[in-house]
């Protein structure tokens, strides 16, 4: 054996101590674990609890049931007691534990009987032991009370000893997630004397349930059962102890089992026998159903659903695989899963052709698994039997009209070569009915062709073999023919609808690979939640033909209240607690689930990495298959990935964006104190002396004029203040409209006629050129700015250049002038916030430019400086923007 | 001119309302202040003013408000003066019954000239079917409009957009306002004829189309007639 096989496998250290971390946040679960009532299980948990809260722990009790027994009454009355909540139901009022105000009430422990308890309708979950998990998430220790008869994979064989039928089961991974069992142990004496003493029921009810359970054979076989259960799970304690700290020991060398599970209710029996083997033998248990070309009926699809919820309930991991041969997937699974043991059931043999099948089926799953063993479970007459009674009747499922029409098509063609008979002779009528047959098989199920074939046989023999309108066949050759006529029938159409089942099969699952494909490349081509939500719900109305909504979270971490795409779901206040419910414990919840199934809506949690990211909720007109069911889990986490992505990308967006103001701000502070400053003294000083002294009249003009000229400055920079504040914010969206592109030129040198007065002016606009759509007061500011700077920097005289040009659905603008252009490390800075070249004059602000292109991109262009040839700048704005001809306009209007 | 005219002001600002009063004051104008929209509609009511100057930004009420209650009943010019410099809002001004928009800063020259406009409009004979802007003479009734005594060539669609721009000389008319008067209801949007229109009739009635004297663009807003 491989000595690596008796070292702790690092991945198992690894979870179990996750599992530590995760139970560490998580309450404590002690259960008092005992054979039957009346042990003493709620007496002990009390006399625990109040060990407890004499050492000082805050205890309540949530809900204890003291079946009237006076021990048990007295102890209760020292604890606090979190009232029941009253439901009616049916015109009854029921009880349950009040959940919302234990969770509220948050103390250390609480006391809650009966985990196996089913509670009543119109509580939020449908078993206690979910509330309690709930409890327990929120952090609250619970003290709790089972009898061995309500495990889950128990529940059969007390069925057995007893003879009673337990509803009220229990999960078994629920049971051995607890932290700490304890056994509440009495011999079946002690506990006889004390049934009859009265102390475990009332007196006249002890009678009744001492003759229908309590004999002492069944209470020695649940005692039994009881002890050896909390025996295996102290076993299983010390392996992970060893495991833990790493002690080599009696290492059980990976026992793994497989289960393979069908469709019938035997496999529940199956399921649970193989819990308890791989319970017993410590290994690891997995399940595995084959999908084959079977078609399954509606009957049969609900057992194999409940059989998959069985096996989880259990913690059995269950796999499907699709393949046609049954055998091959269950070999070819195990030996990828090192499973060394497989567990399958013995089907009860009803004929010849399923005992031949069975058989072959035990013979080849022997021979090819190798050296695994195959252990084979008896089969359960009675459980198979009830199944065939219901399951037989379906098996035909095509409908009448596929019957008729075969009917009709074989008559059809009988009728044809019966008129032809004379022609063709009766032997070439064979090959036509086939020919029929094998084309009906294309369309039609396994029944109508059974059907078609055995009707053309008749017709042939009746109507064309000689002797015609008898049965008898004459020639030997004859009888002959019409039995291979017959089997070739029979074994081309069934073979053919056996493959286009399959064919059917492989379909949906391709479908399914590609509707992942179409997901995944579609998310990744999106971007911006939105436009990430409208995809989702696109695709998950295209693949699984239901509508739904997502209801995403917020900043604080709350579901948000409005839903972000459209959608026809409408959500009552009762569904809203249901999708809060379902984002607080990342569940899924509402219709068709434990949960509060009562809304009109199934929620599902969409899980990120770290946190939900939100609820998606769902209007099934149909619960989900399990085959839909696994294709939406894995549907679901690309969704939630990608939101998560979002979300985080937007959050980055939003830090780089703080960091970046926060440099801005300091920019903004040295550049404005300064840039304020100067008017405000010029004002200042300018003012004082007007107001204090004589001057001559020509000094007061000017001092008047300087004032003027610092309030212009001044304003000049609110202005672009407030333009790049309006920017930032993104507040400023271009009111895009038809403009005419030489009004814009005119509007903008005639604002500026005093700065252009000392330069050449060159402005090429074609006369032609179409109306395009601007905001014509930004693209106003955009040439005003740049014209403006361009007059400042170029040397007087020289000339300034606006080129304007429409190219294949660009508006191109140009501006260029002969001054000193940029330095190589201005250039790539030009467009900065309060970046100020090297050369500029005195009084800019820094903002112009980036006004510019801020505005420009708000009209989704982009903007570029260069050096010219010959020396000075050259801005090129290329924007995207429609064109309306004024020509047609022009002519239309004259009319 | 007997008697001096009286303005209102309508503004929070005190600084702005003695600028107001001092400029107005000395250009021969009565005025008349108030610090609240409340105060100016209850001014307004008992010394009907020829004209009001309305900020937006007020403390009590929104300007908007004020502005629609005065036009329930005062149908003399309104000028908004306001800090709010949004193409939006001088449109909304506009739309809503102002005669014109000046946001502040502001010049006073380029203030008391839009006053002086606005109150000769209002005053002016509105059954006058004859217009004379410099050598432009338009005569609403034979439907002919003249430059430099030339007749001109018009189309009716341009002569109409003429004959709205003459009979609202000074004022700035919204794009919208345009367009349904001259075309109607269903081209409110159709900004594309406005633009096409109004660079046509620029070529024939100023002497220089590219630096327009008569017909001034309003950036984003719209168009306003008048030397």
Same mark, same amino acid.
């Given at each position: 054996?491989?000595?690596?096989?008796?070292?702790?496998?690092?991945?198992?250290?690894?979870?179990?101590?996750?599992?530590?971390?995760?139970?560490?946040?998580?309450?404590?679960?002690?259960?008092?674990?005992?054979?039957?009532?009346?042990?003493?299980?709620?007496?002990?948990?009390?006399?625990?609890?109040?060990?407890?809260?004499?050492?000082?722990?805050?205890?309540?009790?949530?809900?204890?049931?003291?079946?009237?027994?006076?021990?048990?009454?007295?102890?209760?009355?020292?604890?606090?007691?979190?009232?029941?909540?009253?439901?009616?139901?049916?015109?009854?009022?029921?009880?349950?534990?009040?959940?919302?105000?234990?969770?509220?009430?948050?103390?250390?422990?609480?006391?809650?009987?009966?985990?196996?308890?089913?509670?009543?309708?119109?509580?939020?979950?449908?078993?206690?032991?979910?509330?309690?998990?709930?409890?327990?998430?929120?952090?609250?220790?619970?003290?709790?009370?089972?009898?061995?008869?309500?495990?889950?994979?128990?529940?059969?064989?007390?069925?057995?000893?007893?003879?009673?039928?337990?509803?009220?089961?229990?999960?078994?991974?629920?049971?051995?997630?607890?932290?700490?069992?304890?056994?509440?142990?009495?011999?079946?004496?002690?506990?006889?004397?004390?049934?009859?003493?009265?102390?475990?029921?009332?007196?006249?009810?002890?009678?009744?349930?001492?003759?229908?359970?309590?004999?002492?054979?069944?209470?020695?076989?649940?005692?039994?059962?009881?002890?050896?259960?909390?025996?295996?799970?102290?076993?299983?304690?010390?392996?992970?102890?060893?495991?833990?700290?790493?002690?080599?020991?009696?290492?059980?060398?990976?026992?793994?089992?497989?289960?393979?599970?069908?469709?019938?209710?035997?496999?529940?029996?199956?399921?649970?026998?193989?819990?308890?083997?791989?319970?017993?033998?410590?290994?690891?248990?997995?399940?595995?159903?084959?999908?084959?070309?079977?078609?399954?009926?509606?009957?049969?699809?609900?057992?194999?659903?409940?059989?998959?919820?069985?096996?989880?309930?259990?913690?059995?991991?269950?796999?499907?695989?699709?393949?046609?041969?049954?055998?091959?997937?269950?070999?070819?699974?195990?030996?990828?899963?090192?499973?060394?043991?497989?567990?399958?059931?013995?089907?009860?043999?009803?004929?010849?052709?399923?005992?031949?099948?069975?058989?072959?089926?035990?013979?080849?799953?022997?021979?090819?698994?190798?050296?695994?063993?195959?252990?084979?479970?008896?089969?359960?007459?009675?459980?198979?039997?009830?199944?065939?009674?219901?399951?037989?009747?379906?098996?035909?499922?095509?409908?009448?009209?596929?019957?008729?029409?075969?009917?009709?098509?074989?008559?059809?063609?009988?009728?044809?070569?019966?008129?032809?008979?004379?022609?063709?002779?009766?032997?070439?009528?064979?090959?036509?009915?086939?020919?029929?047959?094998?084309?009906?098989?294309?369309?039609?199920?396994?029944?109508?062709?059974?059907?078609?074939?055995?009707?053309?046989?008749?017709?042939?023999?009746?109507?064309?073999?000689?002797?015609?309108?008898?049965?008898?066949?004459?020639?030997?050759?004859?009888?002959?023919?019409?039995?291979?006529?017959?089997?070739?029938?029979?074994?081309?159409?069934?073979?053919?609808?056996?493959?286009?089942?399959?064919?059917?099969?492989?379909?949906?699952?391709?479908?399914?690979?590609?509707?992942?494909?179409?997901?995944?490349?579609?998310?990744?081509?999106?971007?911006?939640?939105?436009?990430?939500?409208?995809?989702?719900?696109?695709?998950?109305?295209?693949?699984?033909?239901?509508?739904?909504?997502?209801?995403?979270?917020?900043?604080?971490?709350?579901?948000?209240?409005?839903?972000?795409?459209?959608?026809?779901?409408?959500?009552?206040?009762?569904?809203?607690?249901?999708?809060?419910?379902?984002?607080?414990?990342?569940?899924?919840?509402?219709?068709?689930?434990?949960?509060?199934?009562?809304?009109?809506?199934?929620?599902?949690?969409?899980?990120?990495?770290?946190?939900?990211?939100?609820?998606?909720?769902?209007?099934?007109?149909?619960?989900?298959?399990?085959?839909?069911?696994?294709?939406?889990?894995?549907?679901?986490?690309?969704?939630?990935?990608?939101?998560?992505?979002?979300?985080?990308?937007?959050?980055?967006?939003?830090?780089?964006?703080?960091?970046?103001?926060?440099?801005?701000?300091?920019?903004?502070?040295?550049?404005?104190?300064?840039?304020?400053?100067?008017?405000?003294?010029?004002?200042?000083?300018?003012?004082?002396?007007?107001?204090?002294?004589?001057?001559?009249?020509?000094?007061?003009?000017?001092?008047?004029?300087?004032?003027?000229?610092?309030?212009?400055?001044?304003?000049?920079?609110?202005?672009?203040?407030?333009?790049?504040?309006?920017?930032?914010?993104?507040?400023?969206?271009?009111?895009?409209?038809?403009?005419?592109?030489?009004?814009?030129?005119?509007?903008?040198?005639?604002?500026?006629?005093?700065?252009?007065?000392?330069?050449?002016?060159?402005?090429?606009?074609?006369?032609?050129?179409?109306?395009?759509?601007?905001?014509?007061?930004?693209?106003?500011?955009?040439?005003?700015?740049?014209?403006?700077?361009?007059?400042?920097?170029?040397?007087?005289?020289?000339?300034?250049?606006?080129?304007?040009?429409?190219?294949?659905?660009?508006?191109?603008?140009?501006?260029?002038?002969?001054?000193?252009?940029?330095?190589?490390?201005?250039?790539?800075?030009?467009?900065?916030?309060?970046?100020?070249?090297?050369?500029?004059?005195?009084?800019?602000?820094?903002?112009?430019?980036?006004?510019?292109?801020?505005?420009?991109?708000?009209?989704?262009?982009?903007?570029?400086?260069?050096?010219?040839?010959?020396?000075?700048?050259?801005?090129?704005?290329?924007?995207?923007?429609?064109?309306?001809?004024?020509?047609?306009?022009?002519?239309?209007?004259?009319? | 001119?007997?008697?001096?005219?009286?303005?209102?002001?309508?503004?929070?600002?005190?600084?702005?309302?003695?600028?107001?009063?001092?400029?107005?004051?000395?250009?021969?104008?009565?005025?008349?202040?108030?610090?609240?929209?409340?105060?100016?509609?209850?001014?307004?009511?008992?010394?009907?003013?020829?004209?009001?100057?309305?900020?937006?930004?007020?403390?009590?009420?929104?300007?908007?408000?004020?502005?629609?209650?005065?036009?329930?009943?005062?149908?003399?010019?309104?000028?908004?003066?306001?800090?709010?410099?949004?193409?939006?809002?001088?449109? #909304?001004?506009? *739309? =809503?019954? !102002?005669?014109?928009? $000046?946001?502040?800063?502001?010049?006073?020259?380029?203030?008391?000239?839009?006053?002086?406009?606005?109150?000769?409009?209002?005053?002016?004979?509105?059954?006058?079917?004859?217009?004379?802007?410099?050598?432009?003479?338009?005569?609403?009734?034979?439907?002919?409009?003249?430059?430099?005594?030339?007749?001109?060539?018009?189309?009716?669609?341009?002569?109409?957009?003429?004959?709205?721009?003459?009979?609202?000389?000074?004022?700035?008319?919204?794009?919208?306002?345009?367009?349904?008067?001259?075309?109607?209801?269903?081209?409110?949007?159709?900004?594309?004829?406005?633009?096409?229109?109004?660079?046509?009739?620029?070529? #024939?009635?100023? *002497? =220089?189309? !590219?630096?327009?004297? $008569?017909?001034?663009?309003?950036?984003?807003?719209?168009?306003?007639?008048?030397?």
């Amino acid at each position: 054996m491989d000595l690596t096989d008796n070292r702790p496998n690092p991945d198992d250290l690894l979870a179990s101590m996750k599992e530590d971390e995760e139970k560490s946040k998580r309450g404590k679960l002690k259960i008092f674990f005992g054979m039957c009532a009346g042990v003493g299980k709620t007496y002990t948990m009390l006399e625990a609890a109040k060990i407890e809260k004499v050492k000082g722990a805050d205890i309540v009790i949530g809900y204890v049931e003291t079946h009237n027994r006076k021990e048990t009454a007295a102890l209760v009355e020292g604890f606090e007691l979190i009232a029941r909540k009253k439901y009616l139901y049916k015109s009854t009022h029921v009880e349950e534990m009040d959940l919302d105000t234990i969770i509220s009430r948050k103390p250390q422990i609480v006391l809650v009987d009966e985990l196996a308890h089913t509670n009543a309708p119109g509580s939020r979950h449908l078993k206690r032991y979910q509330d309690v998990q709930e409890i327990l998430d929120s952090g609250i220790n619970v003290y709790t009370t089972v009898n061995v008869q309500h495990l889950e994979s128990r529940s059969e064989v007390v069925a057995q000893i007893t003879g009673i039928i337990v509803r009220e089961t229990l999960p078994d991974d629920v049971f051995e997630s607890a932290d700490e069992v304890e056994v509440v142990d009495l011999t079946p004496d002690e506990l006889l004397q004390r049934l009859s003493e009265g102390k475990v029921y009332a007196p006249e009810r002890s009678k009744e349930a001492v003759l229908n359970f309590f004999r002492k054979g069944n209470i020695t076989a649940l005692r039994e059962m009881a002890l050896r259960i909390v025996a295996d799970r102290v076993d299983k304690q010390l392996h992970d102890y060893m495991q833990l700290k790493r002690i080599r020991g009696p290492w059980k060398s990976g026992v793994h089992l497989l289960v393979a599970v069908s469709y019938t209710t035997q496999s529940s029996r199956l399921l649970r026998w193989a819990k308890n083997l791989s319970d017993t033998m410590g290994g690891n248990l997995q399940a595995i159903y084959v999908e084959t070309a079977h078609d399954l009926t509606d009957k049969e699809r609900e057992n194999l659903d409940k059989n998959i919820n069985l096996a989880k309930q259990l913690g059995i991991r269950f796999r499907i695989v699709t393949n046609s041969d049954i055998v091959k997937a269950i070999v070819d699974f195990a030996q990828k899963e090192n499973i060394t043991h497989i567990i399958i059931g013995k089907p009860r043999v009803r004929n010849l052709l399923t005992l031949f099948r069975l058989g072959n089926f035990v013979n080849r799953l022997i021979r090819y698994s190798g050296n695994i063993d195959v252990y084979i479970l008896g089969s359960d007459m009675l459980a198979d039997d009830k199944f065939r009674q219901k399951a037989s009747m379906p098996s035909f499922t095509s409908s009448i009209n596929q019957y008729l029409a075969a009917t009709v098509m074989i008559t059809i063609t009988a009728a044809i070569f019966f008129l032809l008979k004379e022609f063709v002779g009766y032997q070439i009528v064979s090959f036509a009915l086939l020919f029929m047959v094998s084309i009906l098989a294309f369309f039609f199920g396994r029944g109508p062709i059974l059907l078609a074939a055995t009707l053309s046989s008749l017709i042939w023999d009746f109507f064309f073999i000689p002797p015609p309108y008898t049965l008898h066949v004459e020639k030997p050759e004859d009888m002959l023919m019409l039995a291979m006529f017959f089997i070739i029938a029979l074994l081309n159409g069934v073979l053919t609808s056996r493959v286009r089942a399959q064919e059917q099969k492989i379909r949906v699952r391709e479908e399914r690979t590609h509707a992942f494909y179409q997901l995944a490349k579609g998310l990744s081509a999106t971007s911006g939640i939105d436009d990430v939500l409208s995809l989702a719900v696109k695709d998950i109305r295209k693949y699984f033909k239901i509508e739904c909504a997502f209801i995403l979270r917020d900043k604080a971490n709350q579901l948000e209240n409005h839903i972000r795409h459209e959608t026809t779901l409408n959500f009552s206040e009762n569904e809203l607690s249901i999708a809060e419910w379902t984002f607080r414990h990342s569940t899924k919840a509402g219709k068709y689930t434990d949960t509060l199934p009562s809304g009109n809506y199934t929620f599902y949690p969409l899980k990120g990495n770290n946190d939900n990211m939100g609820v998606i909720a769902v209007q099934h007109s149909k619960v989900f298959t399990q085959g839909e069911e696994q294709f939406w889990e894995g549907f679901l986490p690309q969704i939630s990935g990608k939101i998560e992505r979002e979300f985080l990308r937007d959050a980055a967006r939003n830090s780089y964006i703080l960091s970046e103001s926060d440099k801005l701000y300091k920019t903004l502070f040295n550049s404005i104190s300064h840039e304020l400053r100067i008017p405000v003294a010029t004002i200042l000083g300018a003012s004082d002396a007007l107001i204090d002294q004589d001057y001559s009249r020509e000094s007061r003009k000017m001092l008047h004029e300087e004032i003027n000229k610092a309030a212009i400055r001044l304003n000049r920079l609110i202005e672009n203040l407030l333009n790049m504040s309006r920017l930032d914010s993104g507040r400023l969206t271009p009111r895009i409209d038809w403009c005419d592109l030489h009004d814009l030129i005119n509007k903008v040198t005639q604002s500026l006629s005093e700065e252009l007065n000392h330069f050449d002016v060159d402005i090429v606009l074609p006369d032609d050129m179409p109306l395009v759509q601007l905001d014509f007061g930004l693209m106003e500011q955009v040439i005003h700015n740049l014209l403006l700077n361009a007059s400042q920097l170029a040397p007087e005289g020289s000339s300034l250049r606006v080129k304007i040009f429409y190219d294949n659905g660009f508006l191109f603008i140009q501006v260029m002038d002969r001054g000193p252009g940029f330095s190589v490390s201005d250039l790539p800075m030009v467009f900065n916030k309060f970046y100020r070249g090297e050369l500029a004059v005195a009084g800019g602000t820094g903002l112009g430019l980036s006004i510019v292109k801020g505005i420009v991109e708000a009209h989704k262009g982009t903007i570029t400086a260069e050096n010219r040839t010959n020396g000075g700048a050259l801005f090129t704005i290329k924007i995207p923007t429609n064109t309306s001809d004024m020509m047609n306009i022009d002519a239309e209007n004259k009319i | 001119m007997n008697e001096k005219e009286l303005i209102l002001i309508v503004d929070d600002e005190v600084q702005i309302r003695r600028l107001l009063e001092i400029t107005l004051s000395s250009n021969g104008y009565k005025v008349l202040s108030a610090a609240t929209g409340h105060e100016g509609i209850s001014q307004a009511a008992s010394h009907p003013p020829v004209l009001i100057i309305l900020d937006l930004g007020l403390p009590d009420t929104d300007g908007f408000v004020i502005l629609k209650k005065l036009r329930e009943w005062y149908l003399k010019p309104i000028i908004i003066l306001s800090v709010r410099s949004s193409e939006d809002d001088i449109i #909304k001004a506009l *739309d =809503n019954g !102002a005669n014109d928009y $000046l946001t502040k800063p502001f010049r006073t020259g380029e203030l008391l000239a839009r006053i002086r406009v606005a109150i000769r409009q209002n005053q002016g004979n509105s059954d006058n079917p004859r217009f004379l802007f410099e050598s432009l003479e338009i005569d609403l009734i034979s439907h002919i409009a003249r430059k430099n005594s030339e007749i001109l060539k018009l189309t009716s669609t341009e002569f109409s957009l003429l004959a709205l721009f003459a009979k609202n000389e000074g004022r700035v008319l919204t794009h919208h306002y345009i367009l349904k008067e001259v075309w109607g209801m269903g081209y409110m949007e159709q900004t594309q004829y406005l633009r096409v229109f109004v660079a046509q009739l620029r070529k #024939k009635i100023e *002497d =220089n189309p !590219a630096k327009p004297k $008569l017909l001034i663009t309003e950036s984003g807003i719209g168009y306003r007639f008048g030397s």
